[in-house]
């Protein structure tokens, strides 16, 4: 479903990606671990158009997405929750989650099926966004990813800032996700979350990836040295 062979990636001259090898298959959870400004954020932001490829490919579905702008992207199937928080502030909540491509009303049930997932959410449909919490921001943002039904989610951080009993419904909402055959690549420091519910993982540091392999495989003394020491 998504390929990125021999990637790079810059920053004007800053080179942040350095020759990333990477698979996402239908119905697959992928992770990609590592400490802040391990390059997980500016991996997402490739892939979507957002960071200029300096050399290698991106392929979705054996389309080459390097020739194609930001844009466009998404209309190919592929969604995202992005670090941060992503919301347009002076939007209702009801409004933001109606700004998807085929522009489901609030009577429609995966709509209500979303908001269902976040009763914070469904309580504030007409509040103004930017009103919001930090964690109420990340559910609206992770609702509205929801209705999009795309064939491959790029996840960045999303359990940032969300209580346990919220933890639960992402990861929950993680598994709906693989059982519909959708990809999903889940960039994440909770090593813990990610370990548990992934197929692969692929841990990242200074923009190289130092190790791979199913969970059950990976050392636990080389992850602990990759994510609180580093790698020269």
Not at 89 to 94: A, I
Not at 132 to 144: F, T, V
Not at 184 to 201: F, P, Y
Request: proline share 5%.
């Amino acid at each position: 479903m998504l390929k990125l062979e021999n990637l790079a990636a810059s920053y004007g001259s800053r080179l942040v990606l350095q020759g990333i090898n990477l698979e996402v298959w239908p119905g697959e959870v992928v992770g990609i671990l590592g400490r802040n400004g391990a390059g997980k954020t500016t991996a997402i932001k490739t892939i979507l158009g957002l960071v200029p490829i300096k050399s290698g490919r991106v392929c979705f579905e054996n389309q080459d997405l390097a020739s194609m702008t930001p844009h466009h992207i998404p209309r190919l199937g592929i969604g995202v929750v992005p670090q941060g928080n992503r919301i347009f502030p002076n939007l209702t909540v009801q409004e933001n989650l109606q700004l998807i491509p085929d522009k489901t009303s609030a009577d429609d049930e995966r709509f209500r099926h979303a908001i269902e997932r976040f009763p914070q959410i469904r309580e504030r449909l007409h509040q103004r966004a930017g009103t919001l919490s930090g964690g109420e921001q990340q559910m609206l943002s992770i609702a509205r990813a929801q209705l999009m039904n795309s064939k491959l989610m790029l996840l960045d951080e999303p359990l940032e800032g969300l209580m346990p009993s919220l933890i639960v419904e992402v990861e929950r909402w993680i598994g709906e996700l693989r059982a519909r055959s959708a990809g999903v690549l889940w960039a994440e420091q909770r090593t813990e979350s990610a370990i548990r519910l992934c197929d692969r993982i692929y841990v990242l540091n200074q923009g190289r990836v130092v190790c791979e392999g199913i969970p059950s495989s990976l050392n636990k003394s080389d992850l602990k040295r990759h994510f609180g020491l580093g790698v020269q």
